[in-house]
């Protein structure tokens, strides 16, 4: 006899004698990707109430939400008592998910030849049991687990054979057989059934982690979601934000009625810093510091009074500054202008922008479809990512096509064909125009939705078009379209190319691709990988007939929709054949309710599918202080101390700050906006410039750069006039004197809630400047911490965003830049060291490329 005890229940005693067979079965819709459910009990066959223990159990995209066992060999006439749980499906997490009631489920094994099957529901005590004849097949033991693989193995039997290119690309490059692509094409299914039942979960998780999911919520729902962003006007209340957001299909006659602001701009139509007009030049600094014909020495008086100062910022607006137009720029990496073909070849000659992979598909063309692309259009870093997709894919050896819209006029373009394809229930001519540059085929797409008088995506007062969606399915269709009809150099590009669709507006590509081509037997050897440039936009309609729209099937509707609008990026997920990221970490934390953003299961199904990595965007071959024209004296890392001396100099110079090399410079450039950190910054620089004695503090000059948010730019003028000589805040942005900050300052600060990736982190490294950054997004991935050793560090991290944190990491800086200036050199040294040109970035493509191709397809 052997003495049972359950969790909380009582103890049995019962005599082991034959065996016979139990299977447990339960409705859980608990479970989300990379989980499964367990079923755990007394006695030995159910772990004895250890998860590490219990017995796994399986489920199949046909019989999804319904786990079970198979037949499990269980001592005939004892009394079992079970729960479920949910946990990992490697058992190695901590959390485990105990169904909630009070005491346990119980049964009573049966004789021997018939076979009890209990089935449940999850957090339901009670139980039906069903006895049936015993088959004769070999019981598995309990403790067996059964995996996804095994049971698509069993359903592979009665599953339809798929077509012959859905194991591979072909007979000379096969990866996959047809077996192993119809086990893990079951895996995905059950996955993607997960994330389906757990929408509503994901979207309370992400209340609970995201404030500004909670603003979005609460507005009524024809307002709720901008398409480009789940962040819209960010720093308004939510009372205020009701009626600034346009909703994506309103109607003509009432877009008048609301503005929107997107994540990039975060400022409300028309709100601009000072007159309002979205340029550098008309919003003001304190001092005319940015102006290369002002004196280079001398300041204000400090005793300027507060109507002086006024008549100061009223004259700063006709000042001859060296601003650019910020109207329609998201963010100032769209200002940055790019290495030519020759300098970048010029740069690369040394040891750093090397390519250290061998690609095995070179053969295979790469078409890149972008919303942007620089120098043509760009209202961020997208645009200069794909122009360096462009540029390097060619470089590589890639036949490469970029597709992108004509938004205007463009020079130097060849009319290379047209199509028709159908959306939104009509036939749409769109036709296509071409340019070769540096090996790159760039195709512009033309149709009456790409030209408009405003920006890309919103008109001059910043309301998104009310077409948006129209003009970007249309852009996915024509960019399919392009490689298999367009004859480019008198060949087309053929039937196996891999599509490269980045962020939400090439988000139906691989929709598409599934479900348009692939069925009709054509681009079957192709292969879509979807880039996630930001997880906040998403491409999110509402009031969309998506089955009429966008002319497809039930199944691919339902892939498209998340609750009752349309989301782009969604559907990407589920169809691309795999998902990159802008960085490894912002890859996980994607994965989160604070990072998915209601989307965080799909990317958790992606990833347990093994389709998903995260790649570090490349900088530009223009940041080099060893040729950078834009700085005062150029350097190398053999010169560096006297190199960075003398720009730090001739910056203080420039910006009416005392010229004193010993003190630390501490510069910031960004949008003034709550995700940039920038209201944290604020709150410490008095403290950062008051001299209390220790040696570290008063010791420090601030360079602030940006313009965003009404309050933040009065804050930077308002401590610049403060700290006269001190502090240099200027409201605007100057492409050159970016790289003037990178060279002259000692601390670039970059105190983002949110970074993607990022790239001042990486170029202020290149030029020994060394870089105070929050952990987080590609942050972490680019800059390495000093707890990790000053041999190896290249800058300090934040755990978190708040004063105190701030505080404490920016005195670690300090102290060691005044106090062990031998080690703050080090780390200068060492991140000078560091390589983060496009290069090293591709090799990680390439990788990305070759699975894509080994592997079979994702099939919808």
């Given amino acids: 006899a052997r003495l049972l005890q359950g969790e909380g229940g009582h103890n049995c005693r019962c005599t082991v004698s034959a065996m016979a067979s139990v299977v447990f079965k339960v409705n859980c819709q608990a479970t989300r990707p990379g989980e499964a459910v367990f079923v755990v009990g007394s006695g030995d066959p159910l772990g004895n109430w250890n998860p590490i223990n219990a017995v796994k159990m399986a489920t199949s995209s046909d019989l999804f939400p319904v786990w079970s066992t198979p037949q499990l060999s269980m001592p005939m006439g004892r009394a079992i008592e079970y729960k479920f749980v949910v946990q990992r499906e490697d058992q190695k997490g901590q959390q485990v998910r105990w169904e909630s009631f009070k005491g346990n489920r119980s049964l009573d094994v049966p004789e021997p030849g018939t076979v009890l099957t209990a089935t449940s529901a999850w957090d339901d005590l009670k139980s039906s049991l069903m006895n049936t004849p015993q088959v004769q097949t070999a019981l598995a033991p309990a403790s067996a687990p059964v995996s996804a693989p095994t049971l698509a193995a069993a359903l592979s039997a009665v599953a339809p054979t798929p077509p012959p290119q859905y194991s591979s690309g072909g007979e000379e490059d096969a990866g996959f057989t047809v077996q192993e692509a119809l086990e893990r094409h079951e895996k995905e299914e059950v996955l993607l059934r997960m994330a389906e039942s757990a929408i509503d979960a994901a979207r309370s998780e992400t209340l609970r982690a995201c404030p500004l999911a909670v603003t979005i919520a609460n507005r009524e729902e024809r307002r709720r979601n901008f398409s480009q962003s789940l962040f819209c006007a960010e720093s308004l209340t939510p009372d205020s934000q009701s009626d600034n957001l346009q909703p994506c299909e309103t109607p003509k006659d009432q877009a008048s009625e609301a503005a929107t602001t997107d994540i990039a701009t975060e400022l409300p139509a028309g709100s601009s810093d000072v007159g309002g007009s979205g340029t550098a030049g008309s919003h003001s600094i304190v001092s005319a510091a940015f102006s290369m014909a002002a004196p280079a020495t ?94 390097e894919f060619a470089r590589k050896g890639h036949r490469t096509m970029a597709v992108s819209p004509k938004y205007k006029h463009y020079d130097n373009l060849n009319y290379v064909g047209e199509t028709r394809v159908r959306v939104a229930n009509c036939d749409h001519n769109v036709k296509y125009w071409h340019r070769a540059l540096d090996g790159c085929d760039y195709v512009f797409v033309e149709h009456s939705t790409f030209g408009r008088d405003g920006g890309l995506y919103n008109d001059n007062d910043g309301r998104e078009y009310h077409d948006n969606l129209l003009r970007f399915t249309l852009l996915s269709l024509a960019a399919l379209e392009a490689p298999l009809i367009l004859n480019i150099g008198g060949s087309t590009y053929g039937d196996k190319v891999l599509f490269l669709a980045n962020d939400w507006q090439a988000g139906m590509v691989p929709v598409y691709l599934n479900y348009k081509y692939r069925r009709n037997n054509c681009l079957t050897q192709s292969r879509a990988i979807y880039v996630i440039h930001n997880l906040g936009y998403q491409g999110q309609y509402h009031n969309v007939d998506v089955q009429q729209f966008f002319a497809v099937d039930h199944q691919a509707a339902n892939d498209i929709r998340l609750n009752n609008s349309v989301n782009l990026c969604k559907g990407a997920l589920i169809c691309s054949d795999r998902v990159v990221t802008v960085s490894p970490n912002y890859a996980k934390e994607i994965q989160s309710p604070g990072g998915g953003f209601n989307l965080q299961d799909f990317v958790r199904a992606k990833m347990q599918a093994n389709r998903l990595a995260g790649i570090l965007n490349g900088i530009d071959d223009c940041w080099n202080p060893d040729v950078d024209s834009n700085i005062f004296h150029n350097y190398s890392v053999n010169d560096y101390v006297s190199g960075k001396r003398s720009n730090k100099l001739a910056l203080q110079r420039l910006l009416h700050l005392r010229e004193d090399p010993d003190v630390c410079v501490i510069g910031f450039v960004g949008r003034l906006t709550w995700q940039k950190g920038i209201d944290v910054l604020g709150q410490c620089i008095q403290w950062l410039l008051e001299d209390t004695g220790n040696g570290v503090t008063g010791r420090v000059q601030l360079i602030m750069m940006g313009n965003g948010e009404r ?35 000692d601390i670039f600060l970059m105190p983002s809630r949110y970074e993607p990736c990022g790239l001042p982190q990486m170029i202020c490294q290149q030029y020994g400047t060394v870089p105070v950054v929050t952990a987080t997004g590609g942050l972490v991935d680019s800059v390495i911490d000093v707890s990790e050793g000053v041999a190896t560090a290249t800058g300090f991290h934040m755990p978190h965003l708040a004063a105190d944190k701030m505080k404490e990491t920016l005195w670690k800086a300090m102290e060691l830049f005044h106090k062990r200036p031998a080690d703050f050199q080090q780390m200068q040294v060492n991140g000078m060291q560091t390589d983060f040109y496009w290069p090293k970035a591709m090799d990680e493509y390439e990788k990305q490329i070759d699975i894509a191709l080994y592997e079979g397809p994702c099939h919808r």
């Fill in 298 to 391: 001398g300041s204000r008086s400090p005793q300027t009074s507060e109507e002086e100062l006024e008549e100061r910022l009223e004259e700063d607006l006709h000042a001859d500054l060296h601003g650019v137009s910020l109207k329609h720029i998201m963010s100032f990496s769209a200002l940055t202008e790019m290495a030519d073909a020759e300098e970048k070849e010029q740069a690369r000659k040394g040891a750093k922008a090397q390519s250290a992979y061998e690609p095995y598909n070179l053969n295979v063309p790469v078409v890149i479809v972008s919303s942007e692309i620089a120098p043509w259009s760009k209202t961020g870093g997208l645009g200069l990512v794909a122009a360096s997709y462009g540029y």
């Fill in 711 to 745: 309050g933040h730019g009065d804050m930077l003028r308002h401590m610049e006039h403060q700290y006269k000589g001190r502090v240099c805040g200027y409201v605007g942005f100057d492409p050159k004197v970016e790289h003037q900050m990178m060279a002259g300052c």
